[in-house]
Structure formats: structure tokens, C-alpha cells
């Protein structure tokens, strides 16, 4: 179409746009190419700018969705009857429905279902909370306010009415999401793996008090556990052998008294029930009872059991969380206005420097900074392979790798752009942010090739070097325009959408839109630039070479 344009074949004419923006465009192109080196040099100077806005952006895995309904997770003590606990969810729930008239359902899951996909204890429960839409949300004064603010005080009015009680706000795709991917239901989680749960206690309680001093850090609250009483019944060896017994003896006796023993079956229609003889729930509660049990001793003789083994009460974790096949205790950490990367390189320097961990014993932050961490290091591997591709195909096209080269500086100035763009916005890095910039490495590269290929044909055709870039960039303006213009536009919807995924969608759009502005700026003048300061000296006849 160039070479079409100047022999006369095809009349491109321009409307007022096109001549107003080229009467913009000439004399700037003129004074860049008569003062190259300042050119050159601001472009450097903002590339070195945006990595430095770069490494201070923060990142998190992907955005948080606005899911328009909540998820509070009440942790109660490990020792709470399945009728305490059910008392606490119905008050806990009565209150939220006075207090917050914002709240259209509420229920709640409480312990396992039948179908254990997610087994729970009866001191753990979920709260799904529905709220209405936004626009019926009002306080008592008849304040409007946000979703996070709603969520924080129903954590103060839940901690004032329920008192002795742990609350963790989330969402419930965000909170399954979180489970699924990492085990733990929380943005961010720290795990001390070890063998000793005492210690794992001990370690726990010292992360915590410094993660709740860095700021970011909104909830910070351990992995449900407790302690449980246990009935320990040891036997006594010395007694055993004085009567003739073995261990099997006591264990049967304590078996059949406290598990039951299956003495027969019953038939009822075409169902059969095994009939279990045990002592009853109040006897199996009562110490007493249980070391008054008879224990056979041969043919005719008995001994209560509290004379043949040893009965003690002791404290036991519950549950005991496992990975890797080690001991692990966990700090459960959601964070409020701050991204994740950040957090974690805060949290896990003061940790560091306030902890001291056994032999033995390690320290691990999960959740979305671990597969943020995951992501990234899949992308240093995705990326430059595919912009090594590009470059090959770009080669093919030109023959000549210092103009492939030149194309590719259209790369990082975008991907300054979208810097700019995210640091403006005040958006950390994330996965959606990265497809962006892929997407605008593309787009990039495509613009250089139309302009250095303009170039080339005019240069073919006798033209010099200057008059070539002078008259193929006002040739190229309007079609490098045009895919800027129309990417930008595209994406314009998606940056300023509110609804369902907004927010994935949002960084996405940003980045291209923020690249696009300076890449496009600064390819029109940098790139003539740079391809009249390179192919000096270098004639093209036939070819680029």
C-alpha cells in the first residue's frame, strides 16, 4: 500500500483529523530527528523510571471479585458440644439479622455433612451471608457504605455479642478457592512445620503477635485447633504379671465396655441391625464407673479395672494438621488494603528477625503469595519464549536483525506504559495485568514492522534515508493510529465495567490501554529516530540487508 500511495495508483486522502494530527506530527518529527540524542535519551530515562515504579507496584495472584455476599467463618472451642455450638450460630445469626438490615439471607453449615467433601468439626461453621444490592445499603443514620466496612462491623458486633469466639470474613468462592489451592481459608497463611506440637503452639503464638503489627494485615487468627480432654488408661505392667494377665485382656474389657461389642443382629424386613451391648452414655462419662469394670482373672476370679491399669486426664491437640508428613501449625492472615507480595516481604522479614526456630523446624508463607510465586516463575519461562518466536518471525520478514531489533524496542516502551498505567490507578501486579502485557507486546511489534517496512520500500525506490523516514512516518501515522485508537477503545468498556468480574478484567484493560498511549507516542518518534541513526551508511538496493 505504501509503494501503491506514492506511484499514484491509490489516492489516500486525509480528512481534517488525519491533517491536523499530521500538522501536530511533522515539525515534532523534524526537531526529534534533528535532536536524536534527547530523544534517545528521555526514552531511557522513562524506561529506567517504570522499572523502578515497577518493583514498588506490590503484586497479588489475581484481583479480589466483588462475589456481593459474605462468608463468616466462626472457630469456636474445640471441646463445644454439637448442641452449644448450634445455640451460638442461631444467636450469632440473630444478631447479625437486627443489627444489619443490609443482610436479604443468612444461613449456615455446621460441622460434616454425609457426603464429607468438606469435613469440619462441630466448632467450626460457616456463615453465608446474601446481602441486598448496594444501592438498599444503609446504617442506622442513614449512612452509605462500602462492603469491606460492612464486614467490619459485623466482626465488632459478632466479637461484643459472642463473645470467646474466633471470626474470619471472607467470601465463599474466594474462601473455597483459597481452601482449594492451599489447604488454609485465608488470603495468606503461615505454616510452622515441626514434631513437637507444644513447640508448633509456641512458635504460632510469636508469629502472630508480629503479623498483627504490620500493617495490611486485617484478620490475623490461628488454623482452627484446640485442645481436647482425653481419658488415658495405661496398664500396669507389674500387676499384670503378678496375676497372669496380658495387655489383650485389659483392651478387651475397655473395648467392650466403652466401644461396644456386637453380640447378635436384628432383623427387620429386609434390613438386619447388629444389637451393640456398651455401658450407657452417662457410665461411659464417669471415671468412677470405668475403674470399677471387671477384669477377668482365669476360670473364677475378677479385678476392677482401676486396680490393673492407670487412669489419667490429659490435654489433646485436635485436630493434628499433617503435610508433607510433618506436624504443622498455621496462622491465618486476610489482608485489608494492601497487596500481597508486599505483605509477605514485610512479614517475613520482621519474622525472621523476632523468631528464632528450633533444629528442626521450618517456616513457610502460603496461599496466594505461593502460587503468585508459582505464576511467575511459569511467565519468566512463557514470555521469553514466545518473544523469542516473534523475533525469528520478524527476522523472516525483514532479513536484518539490527531492524528486528529496532522493532523490539517498542516492547518495554509499552510495557512502561502499562506500568504508568497500573501506578496511576494504584494497582498492584497481577496474573490478568501480565496477559495485558503479552497481549501489548503484540500489538507493539506489529506497529514497528508496518513503519520500518514503509521505510524499506521507499528506500527501494531511490529516496534517502531521511527523506524515507520523513515521508513513510507521516504515511504510517494513520494506520498506526487507527490500531491504537481502535485496541484502545476496545478495552475501554472492560477498564471502567462495575459488575460480576470487573475486576479481573480491569487490570487487563489498564495495562493495553496505558501501553498502547506510550507506545504509540514514542514509536512514531523514536522509532524513525532510531532506524535513521542505525541504517546510516547502510544501502538498500534490492533488498534490507
Avoid at 497481577?430 to 497481549?439: D, K, Q
Wanted: hydrophobic share 45%; glycine share 8%; proline share 5%.
Amino acid at each position: 500500500l505504501c509503494s501503491f500511495a506514492l506511484r499514484g495508483n491509490i489516492s489516500e486522502g486525509d480528512n481534517f483529523l488525519m491533517r491536523w494530527a499530521k500538522k501536530l506530527y511533522a515539525p515534532s518529527l523534524d526537531w526529534a530527528l534533528r535532536f536524536r540524542w534527547l530523544v534517545v535519551a528521555g526514552a531511557v530515562l522513562l524506561l529506567a523510571l517504570s522499572v523502578f515504579i515497577f518493583n514498588r507496584l506490590g503484586a497479588e495472584f489475581v484481583p479480589q471479585l466483588d462475589e456481593g455476599s459474605l462468608t463468616v467463618q466462626i472457630v469456636r472451642p474445640a471441646s463445644i458440644s454439637l448442641e452449644a455450638s448450634i445455640e451460638i450460630e442461631r444467636h450469632a445469626e440473630q444478631v447479625l439479622r437486627e443489627k444489619f438490615p443490609e443482610i436479604e439471607t443468612i444461613f449456615c453449615r455446621l460441622g460434616t455433612a454425609e457426603v464429607a467433601t468438606d469435613p469440619m468439626g462441630v466448632n467450626l461453621g460457616d456463615t453465608y451471608i446474601l446481602l441486598k444490592p448496594p444501592a438498599q445499603w444503609h446504617t442506622e443514620n442513614g449512612k452509605a457504605h462500602t462492603k469491606a466496612e460492612l464486614a467490619r462491623e459485623m466482626t465488632d458486633v459478632l466479637e461484643k455479642a459472642v463473645p470467646g469466639n474466633e471470626f474470619l470474613v471472607s467470601q465463599p468462592i474466594e474462601m473455597r478457592f483459597n481452601e482449594l489451592m492451599e489447604g488454609v481459608r485465608a488470603d495468606v497463611s503461615v505454616k510452622i512445620f515441626g514434631n513437637d506440637y507444644d513447640t508448633l503452639e509456641k512458635i504460632a503464638g510469636e508469629v502472630k503477635v508480629v503479623i498483627e503489627k504490620i500493617p495490611g494485615a486485617d484478620e490475623v487468627e490461628f488454623e482452627p485447633s484446640g485442645r481436647l480432654p482425653t481419658l488415658e488408661i495405661s496398664p500396669r505392667r507389674d500387676v499384670l504379671r503378678r496375676h497372669n494377665l496380658h495387655v489383650s485382656d485389659v483392651n478387651k474389657t475397655i473395648q467392650t465396655a466403652l466401644g461396644g461389642e456386637t453380640v447378635g443382629s436384628l432383623l427387620e424386613g429386609n434390613r438386619r441391625f447388629d444389637v451393640v451391648v456398651r455401658l450407657p452414655e452417662s457410665a461411659r462419662q464417669d471415671n468412677d464407673v470405668i475403674r470399677q469394670l471387671p477384669v477377668r482373672v482365669g476360670e473364677q476370679g475378677m479385678l476392677p479395672l482401676g486396680t490393673v491399669a492407670e487412669f489419667k486426664t490429659n490435654a489433646t491437640p485436635e485436630p493434628i494438621m499433617r503435610e508433607f508428613g510433618q506436624r504443622r501449625a498455621a496462622i491465618l492472615v486476610n489482608l485489608a488494603g494492601r497487596d500481597v507480595e508486599s505483605f509477605v516481604r514485610e512479614a517475613e522479614a520482621k519474622v525472621k528477625s523476632a523468631v528464632m526456630l528450633p533444629d528442626g523446624y521450618s517456616l513457610e508463607f502460603g496461599g496466594q503469595f505461593k502460587h503468585l510465586r508459582e505464576a511467575r516463575t511459569r511467565l519468566a519461562v512463557v514470555v521469553p519464549a514466545t518473544l523469542a518466536m516473534i523475533f525469528v518471525l520478524v527476522f523472516l520478514s525483514l532479513s536484518s536483525v539490527r531492524q528486528t531489533l529496532i522493532i523490539y524496542t517498542g516492547v518495554p516502551l509499552a510495557a512502561a506504559g502499562g506500568i504508568f498505567a497500573l501506578w496511576i490507578l494504584g494497582m498492584p501486579f497481577s496474573i490478568s495485568a501480565a496477559v495485558g502485557f503479552i497481549a501489548l507486546s503484540g500489538v507493539a511489534v506489529l506497529d514497528g514492522l508496518v513503519m520500518i517496512s514503509c521505510f524499506n520500500q521507499l528506500r527501494e525506490e531511490g529516496k534517502p534515508l531521511r527523506d524515507a523516514v520523513r515521508e513513510g512516518s507521516l504515511l504510517r501515522l494513520r494506520p498506526i493510529l487507527m490500531t491504537a485508537l481502535v485496541a484502545s477503545f476496545g478495552f475501554v468498556p472492560m477498564a471502567l465495567a462495575h459488575g460480576a468480574g470487573a475486576e479481573v478484567q480491569r487490570p487487563l484493560a489498564v495495562v493495553v490501554i496505558g501501553g498502547l498511549l506510550t507506545s504509540t507516542f514514542l514509536k512514531l518518534v523514536l522509532l524513525p529516530v532510531l532506524y535513521e541513526w542505525v541504517e546510516r551508511g547502510n544501502f538498500l538496493k534490492n533488498k534490507t540487508t
